[in-house]
C-alpha cells in the first residue's frame, strides 16, 4: 500500500499551505488562515464570528486574533448585531473583497493548469475521489470537523 500520509504532505507543499505567507496581493500579505477566513467571510451572507470560527474549526480566541488583525488591515469589517449586540458581524470591506477574489482567481488558475494536464475523465475520478476523501474525513472523530462541508 502505498504511504498516504507521505501523499497528503507532499500535496500539501505543493499547495504552498506550509509558507508563512500562503497568498500575496500587492503589499499584502496573508497567512493561510487569513485567507480562508476571507473566503468563508465572503461565502457566507453576514456570518458571526462564531459562525466562522466554527466552520473553520477555530478556537474563538485564537480566531478573534486572526479577525483584529485582518481588522487592522483594513479587510474585514466587524459590527455588533443589531438582534444581539454581544454577537459580532463580519464582512469583507472593498479591499477585502478585492484581495478575496484575487486570491480565488489565482487559485482557480492554478486549479485550471493542474486539471489541464489530465484528461476529463482523470479530471472526474479525483474530483470524485477528494468528494469521497472530504465525505469520510467528516465522519472521523479522531480529529477537526469543521462545520459546513
Known sequence: MENVRELIQI?????????R??????????SLVQSH????IDRQHQ???????QTLGIDITTFS??????????????????????????????????IAT???????QYLEEVFGYMSVEEREMVLRSIKL?????AKSKKCCNPIGE
Open 37 to 40: 477566513i476571507l473566503y468563508e
Open 133 to 137: 476523501l472530504n465525505a469520510n474525513m
Open 65 to 98: 486574533k486572526q479577525i483584529q488583525s485582518l481588522v487592522k488591515m483594513k479587510l474585514v469589517k466587524k459590527t455588533p448585531s443589531p438582534d444581539d449586540r454581544r454577537v459580532s458581524i463580519l464582512s469583507l470591506t472593498t479591499e477585502g473583497t478585492f
Open 11 to 19: 500535496m500539501t507543499r505543493r499547495f504552498g499551505f506550509l509558507d
Open 102 to 108: 484575487m486570491i480565488d482567481q489565482e487559485m482557480n
Open 47 to 53: 456570518p458571526s464570528m462564531q459562525q466562522i470560527a
Open 21 to 30: 505567507n500562503c497568498c500575496s496581493v500587492g503589499d499584502t500579505d496573508l
